[in-house]
């Protein structure tokens, strides 16, 4: 078996991770293709065979690969073995994927949703004019972008 040199790049520690997780091979290519699938990135086909190749430093993980693992273990790449860190990057860096916060106050948003409309309406059709007070941007218009966040 010959091993791809990449500099930086320890293999091991993705077999290390994936082991700390509790993951099988079979599990972790599942896992890997959700991953990838939910943040709207390439799905991989992440089958056993390429993770173990992964893994033993057979074949060096592409950027989608590489982004998937991150994903699927709250980890960077300089953790994961990929590369060294940079100079100057921490060696733990927080990974947030954020989702739209859930609605507090439904009237609240709603008199927002329909100002950010109105200033949409104004920008796109002539321009927000000077004497223009907030009060008259929230005047409602059409429904559907005031309604946006209530159809989630």
Same mark, same amino acid.
């Not at 959700?34 to 592409?62: C, D, K, M, Y």
């Not at 300089?78 to 590369?83: A, I, N, Q, V």
């Not at 007070?133 to 159809?151: C, D, F, K, N, V």
């Given at each position: 078996?010959?091993?791809?040199?990449? @500099?930086?790049?320890?293999?091991?520690? +993705?077999?290390?991770?994936?082991? !700390?997780?509790?993951?099988?091979? #079979?599990? !972790?290519? &599942? %896992? +890997?293709?959700? *991953?990838?699938?939910?943040?709207?990135?390439?799905?991989?086909?992440?089958?056993?065979? =390429?993770?173990?190749?992964? #893994?033993?430093?057979?074949?060096?993980?592409? @950027?989608?690969? %590489?982004?998937?693992?991150? +994903?699927?273990?709250?980890?960077?790449? $300089?953790?994961?073995?990929?590369? /060294?860190?940079?100079?100057?990057?921490?060696?733990? !860096? &927080?990974?947030?994927?954020?989702?739209? @916060?859930?609605? =507090?106050?439904? !009237? =609240?948003?709603? *008199?927002? *949703?329909?100002?950010? #409309?109105?200033?949409?309406?104004?920008?796109?059709?002539?321009?927000?004019? $000077?004497?223009?007070?907030?009060?008259?941007?929230?005047? $409602?218009?059409?429904?559907?972008?005031?309604?946006? /966040?209530?159809?989630?």
């Amino acid at each position: 078996m010959k091993t791809t040199q990449r @500099p930086g790049w320890t293999p091991s520690r +993705l077999r290390e991770h994936r082991e !700390a997780h509790g993951l099988t091979l #079979e599990a !972790a290519g &599942e %896992r +890997l293709r959700l *991953a990838a699938s939910r943040h709207g990135l390439a799905v991989p086909a992440a089958n056993f065979q =390429t993770l173990w190749g992964h #893994e033993q430093g057979t074949i060096f993980p592409g @950027p989608h690969y %590489r982004r998937a693992y991150c +994903l699927l273990y709250q980890a960077t790449e $300089p953790e994961l073995g990929f590369r /060294p860190p940079l100079p100057g990057e921490s060696q733990k !860096a &927080e990974i947030v994927i954020s989702e739209l @916060p859930a609605p =507090t106050d439904l !009237a =609240t948003d709603n *008199a927002a *949703a329909q100002v950010i #409309e109105e200033a949409f309406t104004k920008v796109s059709i002539g321009g927000i004019e $000077p004497g223009d007070s907030t009060g008259s941007l929230a005047r $409602p218009r059409g429904r559907r972008l005031a309604q946006a /966040p209530r159809r989630r």
